[in-house]
């Protein structure tokens, strides 16, 4: 298995550009999130989907924009990078929202705005 | 809102020695804390679960305990080895309702000395 895959690893973006990091699990979950982690900070939730077609807003979500079209794939959307974007984004899953069997992280990707 | 603080922020140890590190909730409506390890550049990776009604969970040299009504956890780890250096990060679960997802503490940064 591959677990959570999380592509690009690094990125650098210019202001006002946009791309999207994307975020595959095979683990069947129906459970998906997207954290990022910024110094000092902890991580934070930006939005979750509890299955295909349902999403939701979590702590940071603004800037950004999700959709979940399929169970596997969970795809986060920058409209129009600004330098305060820069940190270190994790996908993470669960079959049933992390309450009976925890969360599983992808390796990141790690964002530069300039 | 749910608010998590791990103590210390950083320790440095010598090699063999065993070690406690804490972490401390504001709420106690959990379904469960997990603790992770990350390495420098990398992304997190589960060490144990624990769900609200247990005590303690043991993986090898780890073992984390639970205090729900106190809202503390510990990870003990005997005989600490350099491969051991890492940040650890716990996270806790709301039952309380709100966003789904995980709330972090901002991690012990962990070196264990050869």
Redesign the interface.
Known sequence: NAGVTQTPKFQVLKTGQSMTLQCAQDMNHE?M?W?RQDP??????IH?S?GAGIT????VPNGYNVSRSTTEDFPLRLLSAAPSQTSVY?C?SSPE????????????T?LTVV | KQEVTQIPAALSVPEGENLVLNCSFTDSAIYNLQWFRQDPGKGLTSLLLIQSSQREQTSGRLNASLDKSSGRSTLYIAASQPGDSATYLCAVLDSGGGADGLTFGKGTHLIIQP
């Open positions: 459970y999130s954290y000092g900070m902890g991580l934070r939730l979750y509890v939701d807003q979590g702590e994790f993470a929202g992390g309450i009976s069997y925890g969360y599983t992280f992808g390796s990141g790690r």
